[in-house]
Structures are given as structure tokens and as C-alpha cells.
T-cell receptor
């Protein structure tokens, strides 16, 4: 079965600093890949997605992610974090009606 | 935002009682899903539907049943609630064109507490 690992449970960064959230997946082929964000008390919102083609994908709110097939990774990045980015972030992989989520990384932003 | 409404948003119940959560969509999406969210586990799929009266199990389906009698409604039922089913439940939809790319739109969640 496919699986998703987000190694960092909690990350704290200063406002204005760069951010990278890690995601590794286990699957035989290249699944569709997603990053979702969840603000407290809310449902999940899609940040970006990768289906095929260019391995660097742009999303909303200034986020980007890079797919690296050799490392089975799909890391999320942002050059300069804003206080409003504090939330929980979930990586997900999808194939044939099977969507698996990572356990999530909670981002805290220091002033 | 996709039109997804979950009800109730909050519920407290006692062990052994039946509970039904409702998901209603106004987007005419083909696929509907029920997930539960627990700390340290992310979201885990309970059941999903790929059309009216067409449903299938997810990875944590034990103790849950679902029904979809019309496109817009997807019901999740706990026949006899247990404390281990205390969780936040999310409904999601996908498949705007009938194809399923896995891009999900989520409801705001239903928090269930089983005492």
C-alpha cells in the first residue's frame, strides 16, 4: 500500500525566514501528489498539486513544491514566511481512488 | 469555495448510541469521501462513494457504514458509537468532470465526542 511520511511533526520559523517542509512517499509508480493546508478549526485547502511535467510546481500563497523521483520526495517551500502561514500542512498521494495523507507538520511562526 | 455542508458540526453522544453525520454538496461532484482526523495520524479514509448507491471501504471502515441515495448527500453512520470513534470527521468531494484526479474539496468538519 502506498504511504506518506512527513518527518517533522512541528517546525518553528521566524517571520520572513524561508521554509521547507519535507514529504516522502512510498509507491511503485509516480502517484499524483498534493499539499494541503489546514488552519485551526477549518477543513483542508489545496495548496498545490503535481500530476506530471515540470517537477517544480507553484501553488497559492507563494508556496512551491519540487518533485524528485529519485528521492520519492515532494517537499514544500516558501522563500519568506508570513505570520498567517501558521497552520498544519499535509502531504498526500493519490492513485486510483486511494488517497493517503501524511500525519501533518504543524508550523509555528515567530514574530 | 466548493459548496460542502456538514451537519452536525458538533455532537456529544454516549457509548452505544447510533450517530449519523451528513454531508451535503451543491457542486454535482461524482466522488464523495468521509475521513477522520486524529492527532498523529493525519486523515484516514473511512468510506467513499463513486456514484449514487456506489460505495467502497477505506482503510478504517470498521464500525462505520455509509449511504448515498442521491448525488448531493453522503451519510456516515456509526451504528453503535464507541469512545475510539471520538474524532473530527471530514467530508470531501472531487471529480468535477466525472474523472477523479484526487483533488479534494473539504467541508469544515464535524467534531464527535463519544462519552
Amino acid at each position: 500500500a502506498q504511504s506518506v511520511t512527513q518527518p517533522d511533526i512541528h517546525i518553528t520559523v521566524s517571520e520572513g525566514a524561508s521554509l521547507e517542509l519535507r514529504c516522502n512517499y512510498s509507491y511503485g509508480a509516480t502517484p499524483y501528489l498534493f499539499w494541503y493546508v489546514q488552519s485551526p478549526g477549518q477543513g483542508l485547502q489545496l495548496l498545490l498539486k503535481y500530476f506530471s511535467g515540470d517537477t517544480l510546481v507553484q501553488g497559492i500563497k507563494g508556496f512551491e513544491a519540487e518533485f524528485k523521483r529519485s528521492q520519492s520526495s515532494f517537499n514544500l517551500r516558501k522563500p519568506s514566511v508570513h505570520w498567517s502561514d501558521a497552520a498544519e500542512y499535509f502531504c498526500a498521494v493519490y492513485n486510483n481512488n486511494d488517497m493517503r495523507f501524511g500525519a501533518g507538520t504543524r508550523l509555528t511562526v515567530k514574530p | 469555495d466548493a459548496g460542502i455542508t456538514q451537519s452536525p458540526r458538533h455532537k456529544v453522544t454516549e457509548t452505544g448510541t447510533p450517530v449519523t453525520l451528513r454531508c451535503h454538496q451543491t457542486e454535482n461532484h461524482r466522488y464523495m469521501y468521509w475521513y477522520r482526523q486524529d492527532p498523529g495520524h493525519g486523515l484516514r479514509l473511512i468510506h467513499y462513494s463513486y456514484g449514487v448507491k456506489d460505495t467502497d471501504k477505506g482503510e478504517v471502515s470498521d464500525g462505520y457504514s455509509v449511504s448515498r441515495s442521491k448525488t448531493e448527500d453522503f451519510l456516515l453512520t456509526l451504528e453503535s458509537a464507541t469512545s475510539s470513534q471520538t474524532s473530527v470527521y471530514f467530508c470531501a468531494i472531487s471529480g468535477t468532470t466525472g474523472l477523479n484526479t484526487g483533488e479534494l474539496f473539504f467541508g469544515e468538519g464535524s467534531r464527535l465526542t463519544v462519552l
